[in-house]
């Protein structure tokens, strides 16, 4: 009989650690008192401290909000950054170097800069997150369109499943560039990172989580929340009920749709022996 | 780890449309290199391109899928009676069960290129070039589920030069945990100018044809390719003769665009995927190595050959037959060393002519006929992404 771990959701893995950045919060706190209904003072841009300041000053904005959730995710879930599997996920990608590169292409396709260019990768977080880190795990970088955060929170399950390491799953959109507003609705860039590690190795986790692939012909849309509606249109925003029954110490499930007829089924059971909120990073 | 039945492949790439016209050229020596030809790119180096991709047409179902990518993608799994395994592969197991993992490093960005070059007025796209789902990463997982009615997950991988052999190891994790019972893993992609002008400005192009471990190496072809393979849990596929036994997945933690200087990231690679198959380096009997003609590349890579192998080992780069296929080339390898294994006929490393007196390890220079019951196939990445994958027969 074949194994069917998630299937028969035999397998849950706690959350670990969690990571936001928008132009709206800059961190879990920020983001945890906005779900509370209190006002932040938001205008930083994304740090990425963890990136030493030569590389910081060649990695591209989209590579800083990566690196800025990831290392909030591992900080709260106690875990040394260079211990962690990567799996990120986009839709697009580095919208701003893709117009960069299309507008330098159709324009004097010899000015192009080495540097953008070996940033244009997928997969240029995750470069620069093991290059600062020093973590030699697997790195994905995958894409599934509108359900790329869904796929990416089922590659990264099985990846700390199948491993039995601890998997930072992150995901992105950045705001359309002009010429991409015509056909890529993201207006407010937002990004998260979810530390998933196994069952009873983080001392206190958020929660556990637990997944379920489900055949489903319905089509159905993605998820979206009433309650910041101004990140309608950013794939990523499918993930922020999840985010906000984590901050708020809910039970929460959703089914996200991943193909035609496939539907990723989610759990989140908080942990009851911390209140999230008042968690805080260790610095 | 569970060994994965390997069924039906198949490849395209400037050596061959199909397996048999790549077998050919590999047999007769002949290069699908050729001087940079394409009209829209004036850069002296070689390509290798495949003939007559702008005339494929995709199928009425996917018309809004169209770019040369996806064409790619089409052309490539017409060939060797891949739709027709697909449908056989429906008949035993359900749709839903059966994922799509494609691998690319650019996807469709040649469609993204050609958008910009004819923007209106106001920097918006024409009309004709408003395809969201063309101008994203996941644009051939896309197009090939909606061309194949293949129903379970589908991702895209894009981790550069990496991206289609990480796709074997998705699929046994997938196939592992129970979430499907076969996929169709895949590997895409095709010129553009955002990689012939982006491996420019890096100068790892090179003005002749690439000559992997040569003394005189001087850069990289870029070149265009698609191979499709379906795998799946042991006792699916009643004909399979072929097994992928391990992968291995690391990160160099070293530098965006420059390979680790000793390796590191590349002897993780081989080692995990060597442990996953429980085999040991002695057991492997030819590698087909990553072997781009870059300098630094080749040097490194024959460094770690040295490391872990004796020269029993054979080893061999095909890049002088189709060009560094980036995205594509983790599949179209491992495809390549998948017929060297059923038939016996290893590939030697065309244009080598002169090795690298510093050479640690002898590259065959020559095809050679010889029994491979274990390969391994080398994939490294831009990021210091790298992957490598351990294939071996089945009995029976």
Not at chain 1, 99 to 112: F, G, K, N
Not at chain 2, 60 to 87: C, K, P, V
Request: hydrophobic share 40%; aromatic share 6%.
């Amino acid at each position: 009989m074949p194994r069917s771990c998630l299937g028969d959701r035999v397998d849950s893995l706690d959350l670990a650690g969690v990571g936001i950045w928008s132009e709206r919060f800059a961190s879990w706190d920020q983001f945890s008192a906005i779900v509370r209904g209190e006002s932040v003072d938001m205008t930083s841009q994304p740090q990425a401290k963890l990136i030493p300041p030569r590389d910081r000053r060649r990695a591209s904005m989209f590579v800083r909000m990566a690196i800025e959730v990831m290392d909030h995710a591992c900080r709260m879930g106690r875990v040394d950054p260079s211990s962690v599997a990567t799996v990120f996920g986009s839709s697009l990608g580095d919208v701003e170097i893709t117009d960069y590169m299309c507008s330098a292409l159709a324009r004097e396709p010899l000015s192009m800069s080495p540097t953008r260019f070996h940033n244009s990768v997928h997969n240029a977080c995750s470069g620069y997150w093991s290059i600062a880190t020093g973590a030699h795990w697997p790195a994905n970088a995958v894409s599934a369109y509108d359900h790329s955060p869904a796929v990416a929170l089922l590659e990264g399950a099985v990846l700390a499943i199948e491993e039995r390491i601890p998997v930072l799953v992150a995901f992105q959109e950045a705001r359309a560039t002009h010429t991409f507003e015509s056909i890529f609705p993201a207006r407010n860039p937002l990004s998260i990172a979810m530390l998933l590690m196994q069952t009873s190795v983080c001392e206190r986790p958020l929660g556990t989580l637990t997944l379920a692939l489900e055949h489903d012909s319905k089509s159905k849309g993605l998820p979206v929340t009433p309650r910041l509606p101004e990140f309608a249109g950013t794939f990523t925003a499918s993930m922020l009920d999840m985010l906000i029954a984590a901050a708020e110490g809910s039970d929460y499930s959703e089914r996200f749709p991943i193909s035609h007829s496939s539907t990723l089924a989610a759990q989140f059971s908080p942990s009851h022996l911390v209140c999230s909120r008042h968690r805080e990073l260790p610095t | 780890m569970n060994p994965l039945e390997i069924g039906a492949y198949t490849c395209t790439s400037a050596a061959g449309i199909g397996l048999a016209a790549m077998k050919r050229s590999i047999a007769a020596r002949e290069s699908g290199l050729r001087p940079n030809d394409l009209a829209v790119c004036g850069l002296d180096t070689w390509i290798g391109r495949v003939d007559g991709i702008e005339k494929v047409e995709i199928p009425a179902n996917a018309s809004h899928l169209l770019s040369r990518n996806n064409q790619l993608a089409w052309l490539g799994l017409q060939q060797d009676g891949m739709l027709d395994s697909i449908e056989r592969l429906k008949r035993t197991v359900s749709v839903e069960r059966i994922g799509v993992i494609m691998g690319t490093s650019t996807s469709s960005i040649g469609r993204t290129e050609e958008a910009f070059a004819n923007l209106l007025d106001d920097e918006q796209m024409a009309p004709e070039f408003r395809q969201p789902h063309v101008h994203t990463l996941h644009s051939p997982g896309i197009f090939v589920a909606a061309v194949t009615g293949l129903a379970g997950p589908s991702m895209t991988i894009s981790t550069a030069c990496s991206s289609s052999a990480k796709v074997f190891a998705s699929a046994s994790r997938w196939i592992g945990q129970g979430l499907v019972d076969a996929v169709l893993v895949g590997g895409v992609d095709s010129l553009c100018l955002s990689t012939l002008y982006g491996f420019n400005s890096l100068e790892l192009i090179s003005a002749n044809p690439c000559r992997p471990f040569d003394r005189r190496r001087d850069g990289i072809n870029v070149g265009e390719a698609c191979g499709y393979c379906i795998v799946a849990r042991r006792g699916t596929l009643p004909d399979a003769r072929m097994l992928l036994l391990g992968y291995g997945e690391s990160s160099d933690a070293h530098h965006m665009a420059h390979p680790h200087p000793d390796g590191l990231g590349a002897l993780l690679a081989i080692d995990r995927a060597l442990e996953r198959a429980q085999l040991s380096a002695s057991d492997i009997d030819y590698v087909n190595l990553h072997g781009t003609a870059t300098p630094a590349n080749d040097s490194i890579e024959n460094r770690v050959l040295a490391r872990r192998f004796d020269s029993r080992t054979k080893a061999s780069s095909t890049k002088g037959w189709t060009g560094h296929t980036l995205g594509a080339a983790g599949i179209l390898e491992s495809i390549v060393t998948l017929e060297a294994m059923r038939t016996g006929d290893m590939p030697g490393t065309l244009n080598l002519e002169e090795p690298d007196p510093d050479a640690e390890f002898p590259i065959e220079q020559a095809n050679l006929a010889m029994d491979i019951r274990h390969a391994i196939t080398n994939s490294f990445g831009f990021g210091g992404n790298n992957a490598t994958l351990v294939l071996g027969r089945s009995r029976g």
